[in-house]
């Protein structure tokens, strides 16, 4: 079966400029996650849905970062203004089911990446 | 304190050699551990998980958990040069998401 898809792959864009990029997490799969990779950072969480849900949003860096999920499926992380400190490669991840157990049902697969870079 | 703790590396072994790759947390009430392997530009993929003490064996790769020290690792057994990657040690957190270490670098040499 398909894997989680992200698009696009590779954005450049302006500094200040707003971009949207877009999650389709394993069919059937109710928990979505967002994630960030950069340099400094390491691999560091962003946001949690489960359904249309977003129970966990700790890790989203400011106000200028937002996430929705529309019909359980499809997700789009949107920041607003970006900044050269934005530029990072967005990972998602999407389970069968979320929340506190442990199990097979809660392995987080990755999706291959949106590599963005602010100039 | 970092929640997860990995040595960077690169840790560089001969072909055919046992890697052992170790990651330290700082919750003690975690309950679930992840390794994941990630080559060069590529995202990260799972490769074992363990929730219980002792050691858990998938072919080649054994996770081994200390709950008291608060200690995970990764073995792989005759390593390989396609073995060579970033190793990302996970810890499951609250609503499962996962709180990684800075991953270590694995270099196996012909």
């Known amino acids: 079966g398909a894997g989680v898809s992200q698009s696009p792959s590779n954005k450049v864009t302006e500094k200040g400029k707003d971009v949207e990029l877009r999650c389709d997490p394993i069919s059937g799969h109710t928990a979505l996650y967002w994630y960030r990779q950069s340099l400094g950072q390491g691999l560091e969480f962003l946001i949690y849905?489960?359904?249309?849900?977003?129970?966990?949003k700790s890790g989203l860096p400011s106000d200028r970062f937002s996430a929705e999920r529309t019909g359980g499926s499809v997700s789009t992380l949107t920041i607003q203004r970006t900044q050269q400190e934005d530029s990072a490669v967005y990972l998602c991840a999407s389970s069968l089911v979320g929340g506190f157990g442990t199990g097979l049902s809660y392995e987080q697969y990755f999706g291959p990446g949106t590599r963005l870079t602010v100039t | 304190q970092k929640e997860v703790e990995q040595n960077s590396g690169p840790l560089s072994v001969p072909e055919g050699a046992i890697a052992s790759l170790n990651c330290t947390y700082s919750d003690r009430g975690s309950q679930s551990f992840f390794w994941y392997r990630q080559y060069s530009g590529k995202s990260p993929e799972l490769i074992m998980f363990i929730y219980s003490n002792g050691d858990k064996e998938d072919g080649r790769f054994t996770a081994q958990l200390n709950k008291a020290s608060q200690y995970v690792s990764l073995l792989i057994r005759d390593s390989q040069p396609s073995d060579s990657a970033t190793y990302l040690c996970a810890v499951k957190g609250g609503y499962n998401k996962l709180i990684f270490g800075a991953g270590t670098r694995l270099a196996v040499h012909p």
């Open positions: 849905f489960q359904g249309n849900s977003a129970p966990d």
